[in-house]
Nanobody, 121 residues
Framework: QVQIAESGGGLVQPGESLRLSCTISGTFSKLDAMAWRRQVPGKERELVARISSDDTTYYPDSVKGRFTISRADAKNTVFLHMNSLKPEDTAVYYC???????????????WGHGTPVTVSS
């Protein structure tokens, strides 16, 4: 099985920056992508950044130009660099790994437990 561990959340003021980290551990042969989503109470989980195995990235308009997803050299760790943070970025941020191949006939999505980010003055 695999595990996802996130870190880096916290309280920051509007306009400041924060970097979240996500590491996937366990035994697997490959995965399709890693992504960050966020969720506030009463709303659906929202995709904020995704990086595919070929390093293609995606961002929704709400964070484009402010958030950047990147990999560490080991490729089992991804970062979410968040700049110019706004109060509306306040949420619990979840990291996920998509289509993780444990065995050719065992493919799953893995999720972390989330790390809270609060943007407030």
């Amino acid at each position: 099985q695999v595990q996802i561990a996130e870190s880096g959340g916290g309280l920051v003021q509007p306009g400041e920056s924060l970097r979240l980290s996500c590491t996937i551990s366990g035994t697997f042969s490959k995965l399709d992508a890693m992504a960050w989503r966020r969720q506030v109470p009463g709303k659906e989980r929202e995709l904020v950044a995704r990086i595919s195995s070929d390093d293609t990235t995606y961002y929704p308009d709400s964070v484009k130009g402010r958030f950047t997803i990147s990999r560490a050299d080991a490729k089992n760790t991804v970062f979410l660099h968040m700049n110019s943070l706004k109060p509306e970025d306040t949420a619990v941020y979840y990291c996920s790994a998509e289509r993780v191949e444990i065995k050719p006939d065992w493919v799953l999505d893995a999720w972390g437990h989330g790390t809270p980010v609060t943007v407030s003055s």
